[in-house]
């Protein structure tokens, strides 16, 4: 369930940043053009200015000016500009002049070129008001005509930045699919290396005491003294306990656990006997427990010693070929209660330090990567603590662990 909810809330985080992306490219967009365009009409807004107060001197009221002065400026814009002229009317076939920077298909002053240069007028005044150029009327009564009218467009740069957007929004999608993708194939190679890991780790589990029971079925096949039948008989009901704490553990860590108040010094002390109990007789490691004071923890003990029992495990395969030293420390500071599991073995490499608590990783050539992964589980997820790697080299390794007293 927590992980459905946490692959949720990635896509949903994933969704909302390429939301706020594709919000951001709109918006810089639209500014980008508005400034442009913007920019475009104030520069025909003076030209118009310009050449309409030039054209209320009687001496420049001839096309000669516009063409020598005006329109070589125009022609320097780098938008589509259409000048007609009103003073022939509209009715007029050819009432404009050449088009500026724009290519036009058909041929010059065929009836195509006339349609196809009406059709961008049209198109032009759809998206921008045509700015007057205006005169006097040459009458001497002052009155004010339209002599030409400037129509423009956007240069081809906007109609490329407007594109953007569409661009945006299909990267943004392409992006949320993949990484949705990403992320679903991560977590389904990681759900399917805990489940051959939890395979291995319950047949692992169940298999030293099942072997142990199958071997007293053996000898009890034996005659036998009753005091020897007694003694086989208490350790076949060791071996069923031990199965019956196996099952639980498994049932444990993955249903809703139930804490209560424990004692860390007796948890402590009922793992390390375990465990030194179960080393092999050739083997030279020694378990030592420092606990200077009682401390005790709400939680659960089956949990908590399945936690310990790996990490002391790992710490016996990392000291199996020398003089082996496992110290387990207890103290308690402030509201603080720390756990150190140090050992003599060989250590781990600095960029492994967070990779053993992942599900499949493994520095051992039978290694199934899940103990260190169901510690951490056990640790950070059901008991709120944490667990690192505090320090380790080719002398050792010490592992913390912490709980909150509050």
Same mark, same amino acid.
Request: hydrophobic share 40%; no cysteine; charged share 25%.
């Given at each position: 369930?927590?992980?459905?909810?946490?692959?949720?809330?990635?896509?949903?985080?994933?969704?909302?940043?390429?939301?706020?992306?594709?919000?951001?490219?709109?918006?810089?967009?639209?500014?980008?053009?508005?400034?442009?365009?913007?920019?475009?009409?104030?520069?025909?807004?003076?030209?118009?200015?310009?050449?309409?107060?030039?054209?209320?001197?009687?001496?420049?009221?001839?096309?000669?000016?516009?063409?020598?002065?005006?329109?070589?400026?125009?022609?320097?814009?780098? =938008?589509?500009?259409?000048?007609?002229?009103?003073?022939?009317?509209?009715?007029?076939? =050819?009432?404009?002049?050449?088009?500026?920077?724009?290519?036009?298909?058909?041929?010059?002053?065929?009836?195509?070129?006339?349609?196809?240069?009406?059709?961008?007028?049209?198109?032009?005044?759809?998206?921008?008001?045509? *700015?007057?150029?205006?005169?006097?009327?040459?009458?001497?009564?002052?009155?004010?005509?339209? *002599?030409?009218?400037?129509? *423009?467009?956007?240069?081809?740069?906007?109609?490329?930045?407007?594109?953007?957007?569409?661009?945006?929004?299909?990267?943004?999608?392409?992006?949320?699919?993949?990484?949705?993708?990403?992320?679903?194939?991560?977590?389904?190679?990681?759900?399917?290396?805990?489940?051959?890991?939890?395979?291995?780790?319950?047949?692992?589990? !169940?298999?030293?005491?099942?072997?142990?029971?199958?071997?007293?079925?053996?000898?009890?096949?034996?005659?036998?003294?009753?005091?020897?039948?007694?003694?086989? !008989?208490?350790?076949?009901?060791?071996?069923?306990?031990?199965?019956?704490?196996?099952?639980?553990?498994?049932?444990?860590?993955?249903?809703?656990?139930?804490?209560?108040?424990?004692?860390?010094?007796?948890?402590?002390?009922?793992?390390?006997? *375990?465990?030194?109990?179960?080393?092999?007789?050739?083997?030279?490691?020694?378990?030592?427990?420092?606990?200077?004071?009682?401390?005790?923890?709400?939680?659960?003990?089956?949990? !908590?010693?399945?936690? =310990?029992?790996?990490?002391?495990?790992?710490?016996?395969?990392?000291?199996?070929?020398?003089?082996?030293?496992?110290?387990?420390?207890?103290?308690?500071?402030?509201?603080?209660?720390?756990?150190?599991?140090?050992?003599?073995?060989?250590?781990?490499?600095?960029?492994?330090?967070?990779?053993?608590?992942?599900?499949? =990783?493994?520095?051992?050539?039978?290694?199934?990567?899940?103990?260190?992964?169901?510690?951490?589980?056990?640790?950070?997820?059901?008991?709120?603590?944490?667990?690192?790697?505090?320090?380790?080299?080719?002398?050792?390794?010490?592992?913390?662990?912490?709980?909150?007293?509050?």
């Amino acid at each position: 369930m927590k992980n459905l909810k946490l692959q949720t809330s990635i896509k949903f985080v994933l969704f909302t940043f390429a939301l706020i992306m594709a919000i951001a490219v709109l918006w810089i967009n639209s500014t980008i053009i508005t400034n442009l365009r913007e920019g475009n009409r104030k520069q025909i807004e003076k030209i118009a200015e310009y050449y309409s107060k030039e054209l209320s001197d009687s001496e420049k009221q001839d096309y000669t000016y516009f063409a020598e002065v005006i329109l070589p400026i125009l022609y320097n814009f780098e =938008f589509p500009i259409i000048i007609t002229n009103e003073a022939e009317g509209d009715n007029s076939l =050819f009432n404009f002049l050449t088009p500026i920077n724009i290519k036009i298909k058909h041929k010059e002053n065929s009836l195509e070129y006339i349609k196809e240069v009406k059709g961008l007028i049209k198109k032009m005044d759809k998206n921008f008001i045509p *700015y007057e150029i205006t005169g006097d009327d040459g009458t001497g009564t002052g009155n004010q005509i339209v *002599y030409h009218k400037i129509h *423009y467009g956007d240069q081809e740069i906007i109609k490329t930045i407007s594109l953007l957007p569409y661009l945006n929004f299909g990267f943004a999608i392409l992006f949320i699919t993949i990484a949705a993708f990403g992320i679903q194939l991560i977590r389904m190679n990681e759900r399917n290396s805990i489940y051959a890991g939890m395979a291995r780790e319950t047949a692992h589990q !169940l298999g030293t005491p099942i072997s142990s029971l199958l071997g007293w079925v053996e000898i009890l096949k034996e005659r036998m003294l009753v005091e020897k039948r007694n003694k086989i !008989l208490s350790s076949m009901k060791n071996d069923l306990a031990r199965l019956s704490e196996i099952s639980d553990r498994f049932s444990k860590i993955g249903s809703k656990v139930h804490l209560k108040k424990i004692s860390l010094k007796s948890l402590l002390e009922k793992v390390t006997m *375990y465990m030194s109990e179960r080393l092999p007789k050739s083997s030279k490691t020694s378990i030592v427990l420092s606990i200077k004071k009682n401390v005790s923890l709400m939680g659960d003990p089956v949990l !908590l010693s399945w936690a =310990f029992e790996n990490l002391i495990k790992n710490s016996i395969d990392a000291t199996s070929n020398e003089q082996g030293k496992i110290f387990i420390k207890l103290r308690k500071e402030g509201s603080q209660i720390l756990l150190f599991f140090e050992d003599n073995g060989k250590g781990i490499k600095r960029n492994n330090w967070n990779d053993i608590f992942r599900p499949g =990783f493994s520095t051992k050539k039978r290694g199934w990567g899940l103990g260190l992964s169901l510690t951490q589980r056990i640790i950070k997820d059901i008991h709120r603590g944490d667990i690192s790697v505090v320090e380790s080299s080719m002398k050792g390794t010490t592992i913390k662990i912490s709980f909150s007293n509050l």
